[in-house]
């Protein structure tokens, strides 16, 4: 998995390489800079040459600015034709930036076509009447400050993003972003108004927090992290890792021929109800299918009685209990993992259950998922210090179950997300689930771990309720449950991609379906 940094720590990986490995501030920026111009190559078919390609870099007072010089050398050296705009007066420019403006400068005697504007002005008119296949936009990085009462630019920046995005706008030009998009914030996310819109971004050396939070997801395009020669060594522990395929291949423990079904995962769910005319049932059966789809080799569900044959037309590996307590713990004892909540309701007896059962010591030491229901039962009643006490459990809120869980603001919790998933599960002592795209799974170490796979094919009902089936499934085969949630979310977001082209027409059941290939897919590609 791949670190995520805030820019703090990724300024301490910067200071760490140049001062202890002396790798030397021009080194790493001649890396960003050539690496940036060969993916920027790799947009275009030709991959060596940029013949014809036409390309405008605009550069600011900042080292990301001095990268941007060094893609403008290196563009033209395969070929591009290059016009570089000085947001700010070259009075503004020290140290390896000036330097590496000084190099280009020295490239116009053999570079015709090179233009270097100083300032905005003198660049408009020449610049609307160009055609340019590549915009780059290397005004700021993670040096950027941005006041959040006042999160306005001012010139001449504003003016700079502006004309970047009115380029992008009017033009079939890619627009790549150098390290990240002018105006986000590496680490929150929060951007400046405006801020540079990218269909790409070159980011250096390791993820940034702010791609996966706030308007980062929808400003920074394509992601692609260049190396540039900042080893990992530097920045570990990490806090914050992305959740890839590769961990998700890893975490899914195939079965061992030889073995029988009760050593492939034993996961009972206390799940659905049934009251008067109403029913959500449904929850308990996309769960308990969920489980069965993601490989557990025995799933039992506790339901209301009199609803076996329900579960049995959709589920018929599914062994029903009922909802006794007697009957409850003889499973708890024997399951692996337990899923509590989907649609057991939100009555006296449901959250009178939901304490019971978190104080029975054979299903508080066990691993859980506690999600939905459970999850109003906990808030209503305030059960944080059984929650606390749990052995390995989950809890799976999306950001409104969350805010009744904390007494936060939705607003507040989606403003940080990664600090508010990490502080609560710190509180609680128990793993944090956050439910969204992306989602957030936070261990009480502070550990937060972020899946970013899936679409918009998940927002639909029922979708939680298959997470956290395949959360008890994954745990249930051998995972703790903090790297069971994140693989479970990382394959519960594939498969929702490969339920349909069409996302809005992805139903849970749907999800549900295309587990088996989102796992085997795992597979095909480790081949
Ligand atoms: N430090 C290093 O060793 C490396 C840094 N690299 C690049 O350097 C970037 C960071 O460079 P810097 O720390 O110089 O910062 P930036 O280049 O991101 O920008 C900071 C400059 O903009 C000004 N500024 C900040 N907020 C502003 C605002 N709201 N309005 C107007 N001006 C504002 C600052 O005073 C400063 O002059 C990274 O994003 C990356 O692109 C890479 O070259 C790799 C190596
Ligand atoms: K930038």
């Given amino acids: 998995?791949?670190?995520?940094?805030?820019?703090?720590?990724?300024?301490?990986?910067?200071?760490?390489?140049?001062?202890?490995?002396?790798?030397?501030?021009?080194?790493?920026?001649?890396?960003?800079?050539?690496?940036?111009?060969?993916?920027?190559?790799?947009?275009?078919?030709?991959?060596?040459?940029?013949?014809?390609?036409?390309?405008?870099?605009?550069?600011?007072?900042?080292?990301?600015?001095?990268?941007?010089?060094?893609?403008?050398?290196?563009?033209?050296?395969?070929?591009?034709?290059?016009?570089?705009?000085?947001?700010?007066?070259?009075?503004?420019?020290?140290?390896?930036?000036?330097?590496?403006?000084?190099?280009?400068?020295?490239?116009?005697?053999?570079?015709?076509?090179?233009?270097?504007?100083?300032?905005?002005?003198?660049?408009?008119?020449?610049?609307?009447?160009?055609?340019?296949?590549?915009?780059?936009?290397?005004?700021?990085?993670?040096?950027?400050?941005?006041?959040?009462?006042?999160?306005?630019?001012?010139?001449?920046?504003?003016?700079a993003v502006e004309l970047i995005n009115f380029v992008n706008a009017h033009s079939e030009a890619v627009t790549v972003a150098i390290d990240l998009p002018s105006g986000l914030d590496a680490t929150s996310g929060r951007s400046s108004e405006p801020c540079v819109n990218a269909d790409m971004t070159v980011t250096m050396a390791f993820l940034k927090t702010g791609f996966f939070q706030n308007s980062g997801p929808s400003l920074c395009g394509e992601i692609q992290t260049a190396e540039i020669s900042i080893p990992e060594f530097l920045v570990e522990p990490t806090s914050c890792l992305l959740v890839d395929e590769a961990f998700a291949a890893e975490s899914y423990l195939l079965r061992d021929p030889s073995s029988a079904k009760h050593l492939n995962g034993k996961v009972l769910l206390v799940t659905g109800s049934a009251d008067g005319g109403g029913s959500m049932l449904g929850a308990a059966l996309l769960a308990a299918?969920?489980?069965?789809?993601?490989?557990?080799?025995?799933?039992?569900?506790?339901l209301p009685d009199g609803q076996a044959a329900v579960m049995?037309?959709?589920?018929?590996?599914?062994?029903?209990?009922?909802?006794?307590?007697?009957?409850?713990?003889?499973?708890?004892?024997?399951?692996?993992?337990?899923?509590?909540?989907?649609?057991?309701?939100?009555?006296?007896e449901a959250q009178e259950l939901v304490e019971t059962l978190l104080c029975t010591p054979e299903i508080a030491g066990k691993k859980l998922v506690l999600d939905a229901d459970a999850l109003y039962a906990i808030a209503e009643r305030d059960l944080f210090d059984r929650v606390s006490s749990l052995e390995d459990a989950v809890l799976t809120p999306h950001a409104g179950e969350c805010s009744r869980l904390s007494g936060l603001s939705v607003e507040d919790i989606m403003l940080s997300p990664i600090d508010t998933a990490r502080m609560l599960a710190e509180e609680w002592n128990v793993n944090l689930l956050l439910k969204g795209m992306p989602t957030f799974i936070a261990s009480p170490s502070g550990m937060v771990l972020i899946s970013n796979s899936g679409t918009e094919a998940l927002a639909s009902a029922g979708t939680g309720d298959v997470l956290s089936g395949m959360i008890g499934a994954l745990a249930a085969k051998g995972l703790d449950s903090h790297e069971a949630a994140a693989a479970a979310a990382w394959l519960h977001g594939r498969a929702g991609d490969l339920a349909s082209n069409v996302s809005s027409l992805v139903s849970s059941v749907d999800v549900l379906q295309a587990i088996p290939q989102a796992v085997l897919e795992l597979f095909e590609s480790e081949e």
């Avoid at 990268?67 to 591009?80: E, I, K, M, S, T």
């Avoid at 340019?132 to 941005?146: E, M, P």
């Avoid at 299918?289 to 506790?302: F, H, I, L, M, Q």
Wanted: proline share 2%; glycine share 10%.
């Fill in 1 to 159: 998995m791949n670190p995520v940094l805030t820019a703090r720590e990724m300024s301490l990986a910067d200071r760490a390489a140049i001062e202890e490995l002396r790798t030397g501030e021009t080194r790493l920026m001649e890396l960003a800079g050539r690496e940036t111009a060969r993916m920027i190559a790799g947009r275009f078919e030709h991959s060596k040459s940029l013949d014809g390609v036409s390309a405008l870099v605009v550069c600011g007072k900042g080292n990301n600015g001095g990268d941007g010089f060094v893609v403008a050398r290196h563009l033209l050296n395969r070929g591009a034709r290059v016009d570089v705009l000085l947001v700010w007066p070259e009075d503004d420019l020290a140290g390896v930036n000036l330097e590496g403006l000084h190099i280009l400068k020295a490239y116009r005697r053999y570079n015709e076509g090179l233009r270097i504007f100083a300032g905005i002005y003198e660049a408009r008119t020449t610049v609307g009447a160009t055609e340019y296949q590549v915009v780059v936009d290397a005004i700021f990085g993670t040096g950027l400050r941005i006041d959040t009462e006042d999160p306005e630019l001012r010139e001449p920046a504003r003016s």
């Fill in 289 to 302: 299918r969920a489980a069965v789809k993601t490989g557990a080799g025995y799933v039992c569900a506790s």
């Fill in 312 to 348: 049995h037309s959709f589920a018929p590996e599914v062994v029903v209990i009922g909802r006794d307590m007697i009957s409850i713990i003889e499973k708890a004892k024997w399951a692996d993992a337990i899923v509590i909540g989907c649609g057991i309701g939100r009555s006296d």
